[in-house]
């Protein structure tokens, strides 16, 4: 009879395991994730949860000052509402590309701690219309310790347009909303935002 022993996890502080690492988390949103529609309602966007996934780049470069610094990649996205009925999906058709870069000057191992931007592209689905974003929903965290980031709040810049998609000819590959209305807007701000509640390990079925 063979045992196979299963591989100690990773030391999430570590950031030398950042570089050509893929991750998958579980999330919540709690609290200021706000819908903005044009005809002046306000939703509260409640009980909102779901899943992640996250790639890093194997190479690593640095900043004009020094930092080292590395692409991100998020691979999925998915949050849900069973109060509201929301549902959020990564637009397969952009690309959805973030950066880590660490605080202080040096190599990859001054990746942690760092600073994180994702520049996000999604589809809302409620109350059966699908709405997407053209210009990025641009995500942050800021000096993060761990990676992926558990626990660490990620807040947006500021307010996302959003437009009905039946009003965009070129459907979710659409880059520029032409003559298309707004139809609602998502922010996540104050001290709330995209919370990462736990790890998902992804066995990759090597042994």
């Known amino acids: 009879m063979s045992v196979h022993a299963r ?12 570089p050509g690492s893929t991750h998958h988390v579980g999330l919540a949103i709690r609290g200021e994730l706000k819908l903005y529609f044009a005809d002046g309602e306000t939703l509260d966007c409640e009980d909102v949860q779901g899943m992640s996934a996250v790639r890093s780049s194997d190479t690593v470069t640095a900043t004009a000052d020094g930092r080292p610094t590395v692409e991100v990649t998020r691979l999925m996205t998915h949050f849900h509402s069973n109060v509201t009925g929301l549902l959020i999906q990564q637009n397969p058709s952009r690309p959805n590309l973030g950066r880590l870069t660490g605080i202080a000057p040096g190599g990859p191992e001054r990746l942690l701690p760092a600073d994180v931007t994702f520049d996000q592209y999604l589809i809302l689905a409620l109350r059966g219309r699908l709405y997407v974003n053209t210009d990025p929903l641009v995500m942050e965290a800021k000096g993060i310790t761990v990676f992926p980031p558990i626990g660490t709040t990620f807040l947006s810049r500021g307010a996302t347009v959003f437009y009905d998609l039946a009003d965009l000819p070129g459907g979710i590959a659409q880059h520029d909303p032409g003559d298309a209305t707004p139809a609602l807007a998502l922010a996540s701000q104050s001290v709330c935002g995209s919370h990462l509640t736990h790890y998902i390990d992804m066995p990759t079925g090597e042994g």
Do not use: C, K, S
Not at 7 to 18: E, F, G, Q, V
């Open 7 to 18: 591989p100690a996890p990773a030391d999430r502080a570590d950031p030398l395991i950042i």
